[in-house]
T-cell receptor, first 114, second 112 residues
């Protein structure tokens, strides 16, 4: 399988649940990203991992916990979320070091928090 | 810090008409500029990118964009709209060693 794959595509969870989003890339990229896409808001960069090291954390609440065990896999662990966290969560990857740094996106995980 | 402004959150054109989506950027150094497209229930897909080579950049699906430094603009155009072009379009700017910054997006509707 090629490209960036995100699972699950849809997730409904209660505020007390713990769940995880998974992202996998088979492009040989060395950087991975989590973005949050909410209605009527710009894309929000949440986390960036370069060579498995976290290099960006844009003041994301601690109820979101990223994990990057290797350069091909990225997780977003979710716990005690709020209804306002309902959004489309997009994973992306790129080859850092090429300058233009073109991102390849997955199809997203649609999260609904009840 | 770099920023992007997309004029018009929603643009509607007739099938066969010119598509023009506006993007202005702010950057303290020569930037990299991108247009991405998002179809319903999908992630973002790269349409085209400007990396300081030719100022007129051709992308996929007949789209092109022109980098105008004097106007700090990178507008996206297509001569003739097709129904399949209906989607959300995002302009983005990047400076070296900084994350990509996206605009708020413009939803394009194509009317038959």
């Amino acid at each position: 399988e090629t490209g960036v794959t995100q699972t699950p595509r849809h997730l409904v969870m209660g505020m007390t649940n713990k769940k995880s989003l998974k992202c996998e890339q088979h492009l040989g990229h060395n950087a991975m990203y989590w973005y949050k896409q909410s209605a009527k808001k710009p894309l929000e960069l949440m986390f960036v991992y370069n060579f498995k090291e976290q290099t960006e954390n844009n003041s994301v609440p601690s109820r979101f916990s990223p994990e990057c065990p290797n350069s091909s896999h990225l997780f977003l662990h979710l716990h005690t979320l709020q209804p306002e966290d309902s959004a489309l969560y997009l994973c992306a990857s790129s080859y850092e070091g090429s300058g233009a740094n073109v991102l390849t996106f997955g199809a997203g995980s649609r999260l609904t928090v009840l | 810090a770099q920023s992007v402004t997309q004029l018009g959150s929603h643009v509607s054109v007739s099938e066969g008409a010119l598509v023009l989506l506006r993007c202005n950027y702010s950057s303290s150094v020569p930037p990299y500029l991108f247009w991405y497209v998002q179809y319903p229930n999908q992630g973002l897909q790269l349409l085209l990118k400007y990396t300081s080579a030719a100022t007129l950049v051709k992308g996929i699906n007949g789209f092109e964009a022109e980098f105008k430094k004097s106007e700090t603009s990178f507008h996206l155009t297509k001569p003739s709209a097709h129904m399949s072009d209906a989607a959300e379009y995002f302009c983005a700017v990047k400076e070296k060693n900084t994350p990509l910054v996206f605009g708020k997006g413009t939803r394009l509707s194509v009317i038959a």
